[in-house]
């Protein structure tokens, strides 16, 4: 068997593998679009992965950077919006841990990466975690506008995140945020244990 | 009517309106969410010999300096995790007290003598004690809690753990900071073998 039939039968696993919703929707009472946006920054689950996608972005220079700006939401909210026709997960539960442990952990280890390289693993994050609001959304009855409330808080959260990480000169700074990435990376593996462990 | 007045009560009307208007929040209630954070956070500061050692790590980087001082912390979390997730799947550890016990008496030693050998010996070192401690502390959450939180807790508490170690740690610029550092290595070294004599009697 090629190692291309492997990684397609493991990704047609992972695609099919029946999960249960993750997102918690919130409601604010304000429209689906702030429901969106209060939805990010009070779900650790997304919100993590988003910061350490930031970081990582920003870690890799201004060209990266400015690339992310763009495939972060979009990605986000296509995914979204295919979650939501399909109205199921369709992904399995350890996929969020995943996210965290490989942006988190490239965080940490701060190699230089390609621009583009950066770009494809943020439209993989934006997708599959879109993916998953977009199903949540669908199976609680919510409007889809949510979506652009989510992707409005990505696009500005990356902005602001990754221009303050690509500002900063010191060494010790960079530390910081691979530290940050860390510690990322770190959560994700506990996670991931949690979720394997079907505790999670 | 004065303008001021007319202000006022066009304001009194407008948060009125607002008031009445006001559709009720339907917040998704996420359950056991502060509460593993706040049991993530205290669990590494509730156990003493996970307290030293993590502290032990953050004196022996600031005596190192740079690089070592932040390749240390980013190299702990991480593969205190790792112990963690083998935990998690049920892989078991032989000699976990022990391990962690072991953790505090060389931390503590390579502190007392200023060691320093090369960054990969020092971060190999680190990282190995690191699993012993996440085997043992990161697998314990409280049921009803949220798994994510309790991590985010759990990990918080550790790097600032590291963090005080640092912060500890920059007494090292004077003598009489590099003389207390050794004294408290010694101390964390003293108490490894405390906690060692406990892991075997």
Redesign the interface.
């Given at each position: 068997m090629s190692r291309r039939t492997v990684a397609l039968a493991v990704l047609a696993g992972l695609v099919f593998w029946p999960g249960i919703a993750q997102a918690?929707?919130?409601?604010?009472?304000l429209g689906p679009v702030y429901d969106g946006i209060s939805h990010l920054f009070l779900t650790?689950?997304d919100l993590?992965p988003v910061l350490a996608m930031a970081v990582l972005a920003g870690l890799n220079g201004p060209a990266a950077g400015r690339r992310v700006l763009v495939a972060l939401p979009l990605a986000w909210f296509a995914g979204g919006l295919a979650g939501f026709a399909a109205r199921a997960p369709l992904l399995p539960p350890g996929v969020t841990a995943l996210s965290f442990i490989i942006v988190g952990?490239l965080a940490?280890l701060d190699r230089r990466l390609a621009p583009n390289v950066v770009a494809g693993l943020a439209l993989a994050l934006g997708l599959v975690h879109g993916w998953l609001n977009g199903a949540g959304i669908a199976s609680a009855g919510r409007e889809a506008m949510g979506l652009v409330g989510i992707g409005g808080a990505i696009f500005a959260l990356t902005a602001l995140v990754s221009a303050f990480i690509v500002s900063l000169r010191r060494?010790?700074t960079r530390?910081v945020a691979?530290?940050a990435g860390?510690?990322t990376?770190?959560?994700?593996?506990?996670?991931?244990?949690?979720?394997?462990?079907g505790?999670? | 009517m004065t303008v001021g007045g007319r202000r006022q009560t066009l304001r009194l009307t407008l948060a009125g309106a607002a008031l009445l208007l006001a559709s009720p929040a339907w917040a998704h209630v996420q359950q056991g969410q502060a509460a593993g954070f706040l049991a993530g956070l205290r669990h590494p500061v509730s156990g003493l010999d996970h307290v030293l050692a993590m502290v032990a790590v953050g004196l022996w980087g600031a005596q190192l300096g740079a690089p070592g001082i932040w390749l240390l912390p980013v190299t702990f979390p991480v593969v205190m995790a790792f112990g963690g997730l083998l935990g998690l799947l049920g892989v078991a550890l032989p000699g976990v007290e022990l391990g962690i016990a072991a953790s505090g008496v060389l931390l503590g030693a390579m502190v007392a003598k200023e060691a320093r050998p090369p960054l990969w010996v020092a971060a190999a070192l680190v990282g190995f004690f690191a699993v012993f401690h996440g085997h043992a502390h990161g697998t314990e959450l409280p049921p009803g809690q949220s798994a994510l939180m309790y991590s985010v807790g759990f990990v918080t508490a550790t790097g600032a753990l590291h963090g005080l170690g640092i912060a500890i740690g920059g007494i090292h610029r004077w003598d009489w900071g590099r003389r207390a550092l050794r004294v408290a290595g010694l101390g964390v070294a003293g108490a490894g073998v405390f906690f060692m004599w406990g892991a075997v009697r």
């Open positions: 918690h929707l919130m409601t604010t009472g650790f689950d993590l952990g940490a060494p010790w530390v691979r530290v860390s510690w990376a770190a959560i994700g593996l506990l996670l991931l244990g949690w979720t394997l462990s505790r999670g | -």
